[in-house]
């Protein structure tokens, strides 16, 4: 869907706000949730990241990944609270905010965001069989545990999985499926 996006920001209306904000909540969400452990304090730092791109999107103009230009205002936001935050309201500590990492892993992390969503996005192009079993196997069940959970026999199972992850290796990529295997390995 960010594909559908002008990478133009500057002419940006309404209609693509909401769609990017509709298409990549959940990420940023969760992004944000790796520095900030109150729910309710993510969707304000959500909601103030969105008003400074919406504000800010005629002087922002042509970016390269709308994500990756979010996730680091979202991440900036967050730095800028921790620091305008008086210590004697909420500190480093505070189960509020985590404390901010280095740049390094902010990037971690961002890539880490990026593979899940490839990943899933991926995973809703098999069918609903292999995509159960996939799931099921990420959750730690066994082939013969799959097999009586589906009513299938162990040799299907089997079979489902090996087309499945042939499938995904050529919709990943490399880096991507071996995230994928590290899921389905432990």
């Known amino acids: 869907m960010e594909n559908e996006l002008p990478s133009d920001l500057s002419i940006w209306d309404e209609r693509c706000m909401k769609i990017f904000i509709e298409t990549n909540s959940a990420l940023f969400r969760v992004f944000a949730s790796r520095y900030v452990k109150d729910i309710d304090i993510i969707d304000d730092f959500l909601?103030?990241?969105y008003i400074k791109l919406w504000t800010h999107r005629k002087s922002i103009g042509e970016v390269k990944s709308l994500r990756n230009y979010f996730?680091?205002?979202l991440y900036h936001t967050i730095l800028d609270k921790q620091a305008s935050t008086p210590t004697h309201k909420v500190s480093i500590e505070s189960p509020e905010i985590q404390e901010i990492p280095s740049d390094n892993s902010l990037f971690h992390h961002i890539?880490?965001?990026e593979s899940a969503q490839l990943i899933t996005e991926a995973l809703k192009k098999l069918s609903k069989q292999s995509n159960q079993v996939l799931l099921m196997s990420m959750e730690g069940?066994?082939?013969?545990?799959i097999a009586q959970e589906l009513d299938l026999s162990i040799n299907t199972v089997k079979t489902v999985k090996y087309r499945a992850l042939k499938r995904l290796s050529s919709l990943l990529s490399k880096e991507d499926f071996l995230l994928l295997l590290l899921l389905l390995a432990y």
């Open 111 to 113: 890539v880490e965001m």
């Open 141 to 145: 069940k066994s082939i013969p545990e």
């Open 47 to 49: 909601q103030e990241a």
């Open 71 to 73: 996730y680091t205002l």
